[in-house]
């Protein structure tokens, strides 16, 4: 009962965060995850190197946890606001206001876009950074 409840009140919790919670083995905790998977009443995403779990539920709630639930990563989550911020921000200009290599910023825009957060545009040889609308993507 205790990892249902650590799942929902913290939708998109991942593993090792719920096997510090919950204070069980691996094994144990893998075990109890399964049965729960098995009877839907949780479910779980894939993102990057984490498994996250939700509870079953199709409220717009837990579907915005998960959109807005970008990555454990701070430098992710200053790029993601600022595209938001700042829609049409190029590379170069997020790489100026946090101060990182392009090829950095590079990575998290990747990150960012393989998760369907933002989406790229090709102005010339610009490319300009836009976030994905709730609804679905722009064009």
């Given amino acids: 009962m205790n990892i249902l409840k650590e799942i929902l009140n913290n939708p ?44 079953v539920t199709s409220s717009i709630e837990a579907i915005n946890t998960f959109k807005n639930l970008h990555a454990k990563s701070e430098t992710t989550n200053k790029t993601f606001e600022l595209i938001q911020k700042n829609p049409g921000i190029s590379s170069s200009e997020i790489s100026q206001k946090i101060n990182l290599a392009r090829n950095t910023v590079k990575y998290h825009i990747d990150k960012l876009s393989e998760n369907d957060l933002i989406y790229l545009k090709e102005k010339g040889r610009k490319i300009e950074l836009y976030p994905v609308k709730f609804e679905g993507k722009n064009s």
């Fill in 12 to 55: 998109g919790i991942h593993q090792n965060e719920l096997l510090r919670t919950c204070n069980l083995q691996k094994g144990q905790l893998q075990w109890h995850l399964d049965v729960l998977l098995k009877y839907r009443i949780i479910k779980k995403e894939k993102f990057g190197q984490y498994n996250l779990y939700f509870p």
